[in-house]
């Protein structure tokens, strides 16, 4: 029913036209839109996401597919239930604050998006506050922190503390990554996953969800 390489192929056109065209058809053939989003667009974003893992994709490359997959969700929108777009759960995530790299932070938030996540990207650079507002206003599942620098870790752990205070009766779960960041630092600031690289935060955020949308303090 769905032809998941040819939704791949037209991830990767530098025109949008084909992986528009290519939802079109696809409704035209009575396609049901939420099997268009999850087989064809979703998966081969997948695909995508494997091969940028594998190193067989460049960053440019996954921003490229990224533009092609959301221009066609903007075709299926109006055949989607609202409930039904990227509904999988709500995952907030920044760059902490003294920090302004950003490259690895929007690929998790790409991939994620890809895996049916609503993902609010709060930039860079960003206050404790900013991430505990964020919190309460839009109950994420999942909170994902980003740094570079070696100076800017341990705000890590200041976001981490001020949410599980902030957070009276549903706690989100709340990772970690970037380039000098250690499955040993995040055991040590009480991180409740690591992603060494963009696709093992995605896969340590869903395995996350599966076991339970957010924590309870008691």
């Known amino acids: 029913m769905i032809d998941v390489e040819a939704f791949n192929r037209g991830l990767r056109e530098l025109d949008t036209l084909p992986i528009e065209n290519l939802v079109r058809q696809c409704l035209q053939q009575d396609v049901p839109a939420q099997v268009i989003l999850n087989k064809g667009l979703i998966g081969a974003m997948g695909i995508v996401g494997q091969e940028f893992k594998a190193k067989e994709l460049w960053v440019p490359e996954v921003l490229l ?42 690929i998790v938030a790409i991939l994620m998006e890809a895996h049916g996540f609503n993902v609010i990207d709060l930039g ?15 109950r994420p599942d999942i909170v994902g922190m ?61 395995k996350l969800l599966e076991n339970g949308r957010g924590g309870t303090i008691s």
Request: aromatic residues 4%; negative net charge.
């Open 146 to 206: 980003s740094a570079l620098l070696t100076t800017t870790m341990q705000e890590m752990k200041n976001v981490i503390v001020a949410v599980r205070m902030s957070t009276m009766h549903r706690v989100p779960k709340l990772i970690v990554g970037g380039a000098p960041v250690t499955q040993k630092f995040a055991d040590e600031i009480g991180a409740d996953g690591y992603g060494e690289d963009a696709i093992s935060g995605v896969e340590v955020a869903l």
């Open 65 to 106: 597919a990224a533009r092609n997959m959301h221009k066609g969700i903007d075709v299926l929108r109006p055949v989607l239930p609202k409930e039904d777009v990227l509904a999988r759960g709500v995952f907030v995530i920044g760059t902490v604050q003294g920090d302004i790299h950003d490259i690895g932070k929007n």
């Open 124 to 138: 860079v650079d960003v206050p404790t506050d900013a991430f505990v507002e964020a919190v309460a206003k839009n």
